[in-house]
């Protein structure tokens, strides 16, 4: 009998739920620096260019090690005295994480972007060419995250884009941002 009582009251101290809900959901906003190199095999042009990038994204975090997000990437123009490029893309990304502290992660981020991009040129002093172009590429970027309270995180990030289309840009962005996690 006493066994069965010492039993029974232990379950009860011993089951707390989860104040964890797996999976979980989060939305963030970020801001990057980007530079810009692209050859325009068209145009015969070519350049280098730096600007500022904006990013919206939703995400499923699996467990603590394995999130998904979709994201919109508006990259703002780049241009030289007679070249402009301005791009933008939606991209579809997993994050792998591993935990270093209750509140530090550090991850590697791969996926793809589907993207658009309005290209101008001046040939010469009487000539403008534009183009557009498109495409779907892969990208990958690792990263830090600072958890600041259970809901509120940051994170800064280094990313590498390959686009391999007419306009062949490589494109390298340092970004931080900041998540809510439902």
Known sequence: MALTTTTAMAAPSSYEPSSEVNPRFYTGIGYGQYSFE?????????????AGMLEAYVGTQLNDYWSFELGYHNFDEVSDIDQQAELDGVSLSTKLALPVSERFKVYATAGWLEWDADLRAQLDDLTIAT????????????????????????NLEYERYELDEQIDPEMDVASVSVEYLF
């Open 38 to 50: 692209f050859d325009n095999d068209d145009l015969d042009t070519e350049f280098d260019d730096d």
């Open 131 to 154: 183009t557009q172009a498109d495409g779907g590429d892969v990208f990958y970027g690792a990263g830090v995250q600072f958890a600041m309270t259970e809901q509120v995180r940051f």
